[in-house]
């Protein structure tokens, strides 16, 4: 038969079918029409079994890295109701049921990715088998876009791999490799990418083994009601405390699997539709998809084009050894750059080394990586005072003392020791880069590079352009970026860049509410109600209310009277409350960084009648000021979108990613109704705070949105 | 054959420390692989255009039997750059300079980075010929009764381990311990007790005063120690302010207790380390746009009867200097590596009384060697042996002194475990 996107062949009575046929991309998914040619080859294969044409089926891929990726999601993005969802899942599962009905061996030779639908596919053969290469991952991620496995993924990974095992896959969405597969009995064999189809072969005659005792003991003791109530139950109370009740989807797989648990197959697969449909049209999975497709857009450089061919630095160094370039120190050696470390002498230097070497064993500790791996990393980082060794290196992060004056001294003696093509740049968080550029000879190859603390924990970095700078240099930062594993977002210079800037009016008028007699704690349920990772005066603790302080005058110092801070704020850091670094702030903390409750000395600054001020109301309070300003920097053009704001807030400082964005937010709610209440607390709270900035005054006169701009 | 210049471009080298100190947990071939990464980058080197990476090593971690090929990938030269290992004993670093030589002065090779190193902190414990015999016996065994069997041979002594360090200090030819053969030559050129002290106690007091003079700064490059890999080794761990002669004396001999001289105090201890040179034919230099400190100028290894391997340095000198027509009174420096005091104290005597040379079958007297043209910084009773090291370290200090003094020639010569002397001249460029 004539086919497009998947090849069949048979040989000596097997069936080769083999996917990412034609394919020119990289990755392989489940799109309309794969799906429809998916389903009239499975018919024909089945009526050549039945003709005994057919004795044994191996499904591979044509494209070197990606067995399945899954389902294509602009075709979920497209799906608008219900039963359009269920339905859909539904066509899906037929196909899946007809594979594993069939009366002869199927086996599935996986390369590459294995995600979502390309599983559920390979779930539904007698045998899966691997490649141990590193690009082998398994797994059913659609819990991350708010979404269950449709294609009968709960229904047979349990049978698979056992319930316990299942829902840490399904629940977590978590991928796993061959190694681990092997060990769950996802696969019955790693081998060789280059043996797949030959062993695939093997396994075609092969009588698969009966269940080893363990197993059946395992399967005894998991596959009775009992057990299954009290595995259902506790997985329940873990998907709570880590969602906190915030995701929808992890419930309503726990609902699917645990209701269908007793059910047959045709019953339990239409429920798994069922649930498909409602959350895949849910505001939810919407918002998450609507985040998968940011992240997959931010994995390509869209800023100023350069003509030059710009690939990421090879070769890397740090100047200043202290907590933030110890940490890029870290990130540098962890992407084999073998980064120089430079400061003015062995004790700052040893520093550096103590936060690289406690990342890394904390690896170690969490057999993330082996002593081996630590070992040559870590010594992969060569500490100097001297610049002697700079010429080799290609991108230079300074990470000194916040001073213009030293960084512009430093900088200019920094461009004497490295060679005419080396990029360097500023993680500066307060100062101007465009001041910074000053200092330069070649100011086109610098820029700012804003990492957050912690490095190694913190996803985003801000990459901050300024007038002179080179398309090259803003291109190479930004594939530095991504080849760290991180996630870049470019902007332009501006005070406090893109997360500070929007963070300071939330932190600002959060502390005015506190001023007003909200209790503290009030407040800061409010905040994780609303899905923050914490509340303000934990985040305020976390940064260091001495840094947020100094952040903060900057700010006032530009933005003016909009972002005033308490008169208290400096009081609080006089009387020495830094926040977690020296375990007293808003809170109290023990010697291992764990928060003790709140701390009594700051809350006896506050003021002693309390007042009772509604949750929403409160949120209300905290969330438009950001709205707000973010509104003021998409008119200053200091990003080029709303998606770029919502990337950064979610990424810079755990900005719910089930609201979407904060944009996305404020689009969802209707800026009508969000102006209003602005303007409503500019005449009730205070004019200057609460100023409506023009931008959103126009888009709510063109009744447009943020994503409409 | 006509042969090429070979130019040192630069050479650097670990603190030392003692064995079972600061470095005893750095991973061996680490004790290297900075020291090349930093040179290259120093030098402004890309990593793809090194030919080759010689490494001189006694200890052979089981884990890296090739220790100069993994030195090279650690360092993160290019995959295609190709690595060995060379043995020759206590001048293992400097028989690796010697085939960087060769090489280079043949035209086979243009950059060659040749060093030493040395862990000997982590020479292994080794099992008994007997425990593994019956490890062999067990793993034989085919049935549960033939296994029992192989096991019951077991007896309690068979775990008493050999100590590596202990064997190969020892001669196999002669079976004598290192140490007894300097109280060979001490007995044979009498060389007194106080004579051996005086000397360990110049040694602690030079190197404490190069230390204090900022002499170490630019050969020594820190590195990263402790379990954690987050504090810096800057300075040898070895040398000792405190030193006197009289604190020596009261020191027991270690080799032969009761009539001997040789002591702890007056031999060089086991010690970590590592040191390494780029080296580059003239071709390399222009290329690259390279600043050498040195031009090797030759080299010379010498056997002797191993009972008196001490005096290795008198005949290997010899021989280099007759190679190169240079003599002893050329040399601006002379560094000689002091295992033992009584063996440098030897050596010193060969080449200035007639009676010993001619003892050793050579028939010039080179002369006397000024006191402070002679190991001007202290050695390896103050800084310590790493066994592997050495021959490149001394040649490393050599250079660097020879720099800071903008003298001329330099000598560097060790003797050798096994009998076996090695010499090296070198001429200085820095001025």
């Known amino acids: 038969m004539e086919t497009k996107n998947i090849s069949l062949e048979i040989k000596d009575k097997v069936a080769y079918i083999g996917f990412g046929y034609n394919?020119?991309?990289?990755?392989?998914?489940?799109?309309?029409?794969?799906?429809?040619?998916?389903?009239?080859?499975?018919?024909?294969?089945?009526?050549?079994?039945?003709?005994?044409?057919?004795?044994?089926?191996?499904?591979?891929?044509?494209?070197?890295?990606?067995?399945?990726?899954?389902?294509?999601?602009?075709?979920?993005?497209?799906?608008?109701?219900?039963?359009?969802?269920?339905?859909?899942?539904?066509?899906?599962?037929?196909?899946?049921?007809?594979?594993?009905?069939?009366?002869?061996?199927?086996?599935?030779?996986?390369?590459?990715?294995?995600?979502?639908?390309?599983?559920?596919?390979?779930?539904?053969?007698?045998?899966?088998?691997?490649?141990?290469?590193?690009?082998?991952?398994?797994?059913?991620?659609?819990?991350?876009?708010?979404?269950?496995?449709?294609?009968?993924?709960?229904?047979?990974?349990?049978?698979?791999?056992?319930?316990?095992?299942?829902?840490?896959?399904?629940?977590?969405?978590?991928?796993?490799?061959?190694?681990?597969?092997?060990?769950?009995?996802?696969?019955?064999?790693?081998?060789?990418?280059?043996?797949?189809?030959?062993?695939?072969?093997?396994?075609?005659?092969?009588?698969?083994?009966?269940?080893?005792?363990?197993?059946?003991?395992?399967?005894?003791?998991?596959?009775?009601?009992?057990?299954?109530?009290?595995?259902?139950?506790?997985?329940?109370?873990?998907?709570?405390?880590?969602?906190?009740?915030?995701?929808?989807?992890?419930?309503?797989?726990?609902?699917?699997?645990?209701?269908?648990?007793?059910?047959?197959?045709?019953?339990?697969?239409?429920?798994?539709?069922?649930?498909?449909?409602?959350?895949?049209?849910?505001?939810?999975?919407?918002?998450?998809?609507?985040?998968?497709?940011?992240?997959?857009?931010?994995?390509?450089?869209?800023?100023?084009?350069?003509?030059?061919?710009?690939?990421?630095?090879?070769?890397?160094?740090?100047?200043?050894?202290?907590t933030m370039g110890g940490g890029i120190a870290w990130l540098m050696s962890n992407s084999n750059m073998y980064p120089l470390l430079k400061d003015i002498n062995n004790d700052a230097l040893e520093l550096g080394l103590k936060q690289s070497s406690a990342i890394y064993r904390n690896g170690v500790k969490k057999r993330k990586l082996t002593f081996e791996d630590f070992e040559r990393k870590q010594r992969s980082i060569n500490p100097t005072t001297s610049y002697a060794g700079f010429k080799n290196v290609d991108l230079v992060i300074e990470a000194i003392v916040e001073n213009l004056d030293i960084k512009k001294k430093v900088f200019a003696d920094l461009e004497n020791h490295v060679s005419d093509d080396c990029?360097?740049?500023?993680?500066?968080?307060?100062?101007?880069?465009?001041?910074?550029?000053?200092?330069?000879?070649?100011?086109?190859?610098?820029?700012?590079?804003?990492?957050?603390?912690?490095?190694?924990?913190?996803?985003?970095?801000?990459?901050?352009?300024h007038d002179k700078v080179a398309p090259e240099t803003l291109e190479a930062l930004y594939k530095f970026v991504l080849a760290s594993k991180k996630t870049p977002v470019l902007c332009k210079d501006g005070p406090g860049f893109i997360v500070n800037r929007i963070l300071i009016p939330y932190l600002n008028e959060a502390s005015y509410l506190l001023m007003e007699g909200v209790p503290p704690q009030d407040v800061e349920e409010a905040c994780l109600n609303f899905g923050m990772p914490m509340g303000p005066g934990r985040l305020l603790d976390e940064v260091g209310l001495d840094v947020a302080a100094k952040v903060g005058k900057i700010l006032y110092d530009s933005l003016g009277e909009r972002v005033r801070p308490i008169d208290l704020s400096d009081k609080i850091t006089e009387l020495g409350f830094l926040g977690k670094k020296n375990g007293k702030g808003f809170f109290l903390y023990d010697e291992k960084g764990k928060e003790t409750g709140p701390n009594p000395e700051v809350m006896n600054l506050l003021p002693k009648k309390k007042i009772h001020m509604d949750e929403v109301e409160i949120q209300k309070r905290v969330f438009l000021p950001m709205i707000n300003e973010a509104s003021m920097i998409l008119d200053e053009g200091l990003v080029s979108s709303a998606a770029e704001v919502d990337l950064a807030l979610i990424f810079g400082i755990g900005f719910p990613p089930f609201r979407g964005g904060l944009l996305r937010y404020a689009d969802s709610e209707g800026l009508e109704r969000i102006a209003k209440t602005i303007q409503e607390y500019a005449d009730n709270v205070d004019a200057k705070r609460y100023a409506l900035s023009d931008y959103l005054k126009n888009l709510v006169e063109q009744k447009k949105k943020f994503y409409e701009a | 054959?006509?042969?090429?210049?070979?130019?040192?471009?630069?050479?650097?080298?670990?603190?030392?420390?003692?064995?079972?100190?600061?470095?005893?947990?750095?991973?061996?071939?680490?004790?290297?692989?900075?020291?090349?990464?930093?040179?290259?980058?120093?030098?402004?080197?890309?990593?793809?255009?090194?030919?080759?990476?010689?490494?001189?090593?006694?200890?052979?971690?089981?884990?890296?039997?090739?220790?100069?090929?993994?030195?090279?990938?650690?360092?993160?030269?290019?995959?295609?750059t190709s690595g060995y290992t060379v043995h020759r004993n206590c001048a293992s670093g400097m028989e690796a300079l010697a085939q960087g030589y060769l090489k280079i002065a043949s035209g086979r090779s243009d950059l060659i980075f040749a060093g030493g190193i040395e862990s000997m902190s982590q020479m292994p414990l080794i099992y008994s010929k007997e425990m593994t015999d019956l490890f062999v016996n067990i793993m034989k065994a085919k049935s549960m009764g033939e296994k029992m069997k192989a096991i019951s041979a077991f007896r309690p002594p068979f775990l008493s381990p050999i100590i590596a360090i202990e064997q190969g200090l020892t001669d196999p030819f002669c079976g004598m311990n290192m140490g007894l053969t300097a109280e060979v030559l001490a007995r044979e050129f009498n060389i007194?007790?106080?004579?051996?002290?005086?000397?360990?106690?110049?040694?602690?007091?030079?190197?404490?005063?190069?230390?204090?003079?900022?002499?170490?700064?630019?050969?020594?490059?820190?590195?990263?120690?402790?379990?954690?890999?987050?504090?810096?080794?800057?300075?040898?761990?070895?040398?000792?302010?405190?030193?006197?002669?009289?604190?020596?004396?009261?020191?027991?001999?270690?080799?032969?207790?009761?009539?001997?001289?040789?002591?702890?105090?007056?031999?060089?201890?086991?010690?970590?380390?590592?040191?390494?040179?780029?080296?580059?034919?003239?071709?390399?230099?222009?290329?690259?746009?390279?600043?050498?400190?040195?031009?090797?100028?030759?080299?010379?290894?010498?056997?002797?009867?191993?009972?008196?391997?001490?005096?290795?340095?008198?005949?290997?000198?010899?021989?280099?200097?007759?190679?190169?027509?240079?003599?002893?009174?050329?040399?601006?420096?002379?560094?000689?590596?002091?295992?033992?005091?009584?063996?440098?104290?030897?050596?010193?005597?060969?080449?200035?009384?007639?009676?010993?040379?001619?003892?050793?079958g050579i028939d010039t007297v080179h002369g006397e060697i000024a006191e402070e043209n002679f190991n001007p910084n202290g050695g390896g009773i103050a800084l310590g042996h790493p066994v592997g090291s050495s021959g490149c370290r001394i040649v490393v200090t050599l250079a660097h002194e020879l720099k800071r003094r903008k003298a001329k020639y330099g000598l560097a010569s060790l003797c050798i475990g096994g009998g076996q002397g090695g010499a090296t001249i070198i001429e200085n460029l820095m001025n």
């Not at chain 1, 061959?178 to 996802?186: D, F, M, S, T």
């Not at chain 1, 465009?434 to 190859?445: I, K, N, Y």
């Not at chain 2, 042969?3 to 600061?22: C, F, H, I, N």
């Not at chain 2, 602690?204 to 987050?230: Q, R, T, V, Y």
């Open chain 2, 1 to 80: 054959m006509s042969l090429r210049e070979v130019y040192l471009v630069d050479g650097r080298r670990t603190p030392q420390a003692k064995a079972g100190t600061a470095l005893k947990d750095v991973g061996v071939p680490y004790l290297g692989s900075y020291l090349l990464r930093t040179i290259l980058d120093e030098q402004g080197i890309e990593n793809d255009v090194v030919d080759e990476v010689i490494f001189g090593n006694t200890g052979a971690p089981p884990k890296y039997p090739n220790i100069g090929r993994v030195i090279g990938l650690m360092a993160g030269l290019d995959k295609r």
């Open chain 1, 23 to 322: 394919n020119e991309k990289s990755m392989t998914t489940l799109d309309e029409p794969t799906l429809k040619e998916a389903k009239e080859l499975v018919e024909n294969v089945k009526g050549k079994v039945k003709s005994k044409e057919v004795v044994g089926v191996i499904f591979f891929s044509h494209i070197d890295s990606c067995f399945i990726a899954g389902a294509d999601i602009n075709l979920i993005s497209t799906l608008k109701t219900e039963s359009d969802g269920a339905f859909g899942a539904e066509q899906g599962q037929l196909i899946y049921n007809d594979i594993e009905d069939l009366s002869v061996p199927t086996v599935a030779c996986v390369h590459g990715p294995c995600l979502g639908g390309g599983m559920e596919l390979a779930l539904a053969c007698k045998t899966i088998i691997c490649s141990g290469d590193k690009k082998t991952i398994l797994g059913l991620p659609e819990v991350k876009l708010g979404l269950i496995p449709g294609f009968g993924g709960t229904y047979r990974m349990p049978k698979r791999v056992g319930l316990p095992n299942a829902l840490d896959l399904i629940l977590a969405g978590k991928t796993i490799n061959a190694k681990k597969a092997k060990r769950i009995g996802l696969v019955d064999g790693v081998y060789p990418k280059e043996r797949l189809i030959s062993m695939g072969e093997k396994w075609l005659k092969k009588n698969k083994k009966k269940a080893s005792l363990k197993e059946s003991v395992t399967d005894l003791a998991t596959d009775n009601f009992i057990t299954r109530k009290i595995i259902f139950q506790k997985a329940r109370e873990s998907v709570l405390k880590l969602t906190k009740g915030f995701y929808q989807a992890p419930l309503k797989i726990l609902d699917t699997m645990e209701s269908g648990a007793s059910k047959g197959r045709a019953s339990y697969l239409a429920s798994e539709a069922q649930a498909f449909g409602e959350l895949c049209v849910s505001e939810q999975s919407k918002n998450l998809q609507h985040i998968f497709f940011l992240m997959e857009g931010a994995k390509k450089y869209n800023g100023p084009k350069s003509e030059k061919q710009v690939s990421a630095p090879a070769r890397g160094a740090v100047l200043g050894a202290g």
């Open chain 2, 192 to 360: 007194s007790r106080e004579e051996q002290d005086t000397f360990a106690n110049r040694s602690h007091n030079l190197a404490i005063k190069a230390l204090k003079e900022g002499k170490w700064d630019e050969e020594i490059l820190s590195l990263a120690f402790g379990e954690k890999m987050e504090k810096l080794l800057t300075k040898d761990v070895g040398p000792r302010e405190n030193s006197t002669i009289e604190g020596l004396g009261k020191m027991r001999p270690y080799f032969e207790k009761e009539s001997g001289t040789v002591t702890v105090g007056n031999s060089c201890p086991i010690t970590d380390g590592g040191s390494v040179f780029l080296m580059a034919s003239e071709e390399a230099v222009k290329k690259h746009n390279l600043k050498p400190m040195a031009r090797m100028v030759d080299y010379h290894f010498h056997g002797l009867e191993p009972e008196r391997m001490g005096m290795g340095p008198l005949l290997a000198s010899d021989g280099v200097f007759k190679r190169t027509g240079l003599s002893l009174g050329q040399m601006d420096v002379v560094e000689i590596n002091e295992a033992f005091a009584a063996q440098v104290l030897s050596v010193r005597k060969g080449f200035a009384e007639k009676a010993v040379a001619d003892r050793f």
């Open chain 1, 423 to 465: 990029i360097i740049a500023s993680n500066t968080s307060s100062l101007k880069v465009t001041d910074m550029a000053e200092a330069f000879e070649r100011p086109e190859r610098f820029a700012g590079l804003h990492f957050f603390n912690p490095v190694n924990k913190m996803p985003l970095v801000e990459i901050v352009a």
